[in-house]
């Protein structure tokens, strides 16, 4: 029996975190969508953009853990953004660009916490890690347009100057976790 677990994970802008997980071994399912806010239906890009939803942009995925564990995830999750930066990533700025893991599963919320104490105590970050850590409440799927963004657009200038850098972090750090 081939069981899939599901993680969501808000790491800046759904379009990086998106590009990085495309390239993972046991990833089966990648959605960027919206989460985790106060709104009662799906809201809109631009909606999330004026951070009046309280909605994170986010990325589920979908994974075999026999191929690959969630701690692994993890691992990849906070060493491909900077999980200390609070409300942003870089140059975008605002409560949709938290650093962020929203769970379905309790058990996979309190490995999601060793995990950041485990980063803490080993000083990996220098400096105190502000990811939400929080049960999924809610989630939306993205406009079509937001999903597989980097794959289709690898030369418009947000892709090339800030994710691509992402992809190539993860391709040499993380490379046993690369699809052949």
């Not at 799906?42 to 939803?53: D, F, K, L, Q, R």
């Not at 409300?87 to 309190?110: F, K, L």
């Not at 850590?133 to 999903?147: K, N, R, S, T």
Request: hydrophobic share 35%.
């Amino acid at each position: 029996m081939n069981t899939q677990e599901t993680i969501t994970l808000a790491g800046g802008c759904f379009w990086c975190t998106e590009a990085v997980f495309q390239e993972v071994r046991g990833v089966t399912r990648l959605t960027s969508g919206y989460a985790n806010g106060q709104v009662r239906q799906a809201p809109s890009y631009e909606e999330v953009c004026s951070g009046t939803t309280g909605c994170a942009e986010v990325l589920q995925l979908q994974f075999d853990p026999a191929q690959i564990s969630l701690r692994q995830v993890l691992e990849i999750f906070f060493g491909t953004h900077d999980p200390t930066q609070l409300n942003r990533q870089g140059n975008d700025v605002g409560t949709q660009y938290r650093s962020g893991v929203y769970y379905g599963d309790p058990a996979q919320g309190e490995l999601v916490r060793s995990v950041v104490q485990e980063l803490t105590a080993q000083g990996v970050f220098g400096a105190p890690i502000v990811t939400e850590i929080e049960p999924l409440v809610q989630f939306w799927p993205a406009e079509d347009y937001h999903q597989r963004y980097y794959s289709s657009h690898p030369q418009q200038g947000y892709c090339a100057y800030v994710i691509s850098p992402k992809v190539q972090k993860l391709r040499k750090t993380f490379a046993q976790h690369l699809r052949v």
